[in-house]
T-cell receptor, first 110, second 116 residues
Framework: GENVEQHPSTLSVQEGDSAVIKCTYS??????FPWYKQELGKGPQLIID?????GEKKDQRIAVTLNKTAKHFSLHITETQPEDSAVYFC?????????FGQGTELSVKP | NAGVTQTPKFQVLKTGQSMTLQCAQD?????MSWYRQDPGMGLRLIHY???????DQGEVPNGYNVSRSTTEDFPLRLLSAAPSQTSVYFC???????????????FGAGSRLTVL
């Protein structure tokens, strides 16, 4: 089955810096790659997603890139702000199953 | 429009007890799923359903049962609770269209379960 590895597990940046979180997946049949943000005490919420036929997608300060050949995808957050502090999860979907990575705890220091 | 509602929010059980975590959604979503969240292990899929009467196993199904008698409800049953099932449980739902980008998961607020 699908396996998703996410790195790093924790990431600390200064406000205004960029943050990058990387994920790899194992099953080349996976065709949808969302990223979720989880704030303390809440359920995860989708922040951006990408399909397998697209290489890059951007939404204001966040962007996701996908390399199908290498089977990895990344989340990029520019101009980080304290409210970006949260746990971020990548995921890969194949035939009804959405498999998540282990999560990255992002801390943005003012 | 309540979205995905999970009950209870907190529960303490003794080893061997049984209980059911309830999940209901009012968005007419075909797809529903249960995840457990443990430190350092992310969200792991327990069971999922693509419609009423249809369920399938995820990554960590052992010790859990599910059923889907209606589109709205997807309860998760622990038949004989074990300390290893101490976790935060999330129910999530989505449409199940042929376009993967349309299948955005909406999560509930979570249920924290402690098994002593």
């Amino acid at each position: 089955g699908e396996n998703v590895e996410q790195h790093p597990s924790t990431l600390s940046v200064q406000e205004g810096d960029s943050a990058v979180i990387k994920c790899t997946y194992s099953d080349s049949a996976s065709n949808y790659f969302p990223w979720y943000k989880q704030e303390l005490g809440k359920g995860p919420q989708l922040i951006i997603d990408i399909r397998s036929n697209v290489g890059e997608k951007k939404d204001q300060r966040i962007a996701v890139t996908l390399n199908k050949t290498a089977k990895h995808f990344s989340l990029h957050i520019t101009e980080t702000q304290p409210e970006d502090s949260a746990v971020y999860f990548c995921a890969a979907r194949k035939r009804g199953k959405l498999i998540f990575g282990q999560g990255t705890e992002l801390s943005v220091k003012p | 429009n309540a979205g995905v509602t999970q009950t209870p929010k907190f529960q303490v059980l003794k080893t061997g007890q049984s209980m059911t975590l309830q999940c209901a959604q009012d968005m007419n979503h075909e797809y529903m799923s249960w995840y457990r969240q443990d430190p350092g292990m992310g969200l792991r899929l327990i069971h999922y359903s693509v419609g009423a009467g249809i369920t399938d196993q995820g990554e960590v199904p052992n010790g859990y049962n599910v059923s889907r008698s209606t589109t709205e409800d997807f309860p998760l049953r622990l038949l004989s609770a074990a300390p290893s099932q101490t976790s935060v449980y999330f129910c999530a739902s989505s449409y199940d269209s042929g376009s993967p980008g349309a299948n955005v998961l909406t999560f509930g607020a979570g249920s924290r379960l402690t098994v002593l």
